[in-house]
């Protein structure tokens, strides 16, 4: 995927596909059918805690503090 991907904004590609990942985690985290685990998965990243980390850190919340929040 990052050899598709050009490098437009000057940031790394692993920068852009991280940003990908975590636009489709937080949709996917609307849907209140799939776990966390499932969720992660569908976005095809591991629920091994270090994207969880990844992405606690670019939203600022855990990705389960995310849906609580949107849910509301």
Do not use: H
């Amino acid at each position: 995927m990052s050899a598709c991907l050009k490098n437009t904004q000057g940031k790394p590609r692993t920068a852009t596909i991280k940003k990908i990942k975590i636009e489709k985690l937080k949709e996917k985290l609307r849907d209140k059918n799939l776990s966390i685990s499932e969720t992660f998965a569908a976005c095809g990243v591991d629920y091994n805690g270090a994207f969880a980390k990844i992405f606690k850190e670019v939203v600022w919340m855990s990705p389960s503090e995310y849906r609580e929040s949107i849910m509301k």
